[in-house]
């Protein structure tokens, strides 16, 4: 097989997942895993890829559409844990905090020692393991309707038990983050329940890194006017931060 033809089958494999293994792309093309370094390393320059640990992403899947579970746990993971212990020092014992879905504050949750007194409400299934381990938590899991594949309950129940509730802190994710337009996000389920979290907060905390400035939502969640800190790295770019503490937010750059 010539080397247009790989490059062909490697990109059209994008309609079929995420992300693959080196190993797993050498077996679909039939040819070596040096000769995929290669051919990786050249899509690479040209943006159609990019390079993860033991394999690629492809491009086309972090912009536009929304990611998949696997593909949120494997993005800008170096970011996400400088992001989750900054926000992690806003948590004080026996508070309570509305914990939002995403692989963020997933990294947050597992900062939370074992034996740390406070209370947590969740929609996100993903959370379960760390969640079960906090001997001191009180824990509230919002059910409702399971969304497959991205393992979070959603739905009138989880919203109307949301009406009820009353935190010091929401920590909030977001597939992608519009100066003008907000929160923006590809599901309308998560709608209503980051609406009512925001609203059922003494003060919201975003987290997101600078990936989402650039991303594209399909749907409009919630204006920034409704956040009160943002919690970003260091790639974002400076414009953008100033452009959020002229709007009123407080911003952390980790």
Known sequence: MIRAERFHMITNLSNEVDIITLEHLAERLNVSIATVRRDVEELCAQGIVEKT???????????????????????NTEEKKRIAQAAFRHIREHSYYLFDSGSTIHELLKLIPTQFPLSIVTYDLNFLPELNALECADVLILGGQLRRGQMACHGSYAENYLDQLNAHIA?????????????????AGEVPLKQKMIANADQTILLCDHSKFYNRGFISIHS????????TDSGTDAGILQSLQDSGIEVEVV
């Open 53 to 75: 640990r033991g394999g690629i992403i492809f491009c086309n899947k972090t912009k536009n559409t929304e990611p998949s579970l696997q593909l949120r746990q494997l993005l």
């Open 171 to 187: 920590f909030l994710g977001a597939d992608a983050v519009d100066l003008n337009k907000g929160i923006m996000g590809f599901h």
């Open 224 to 231: 920034l006017k409704g956040i009160d800190r943002i919690i």
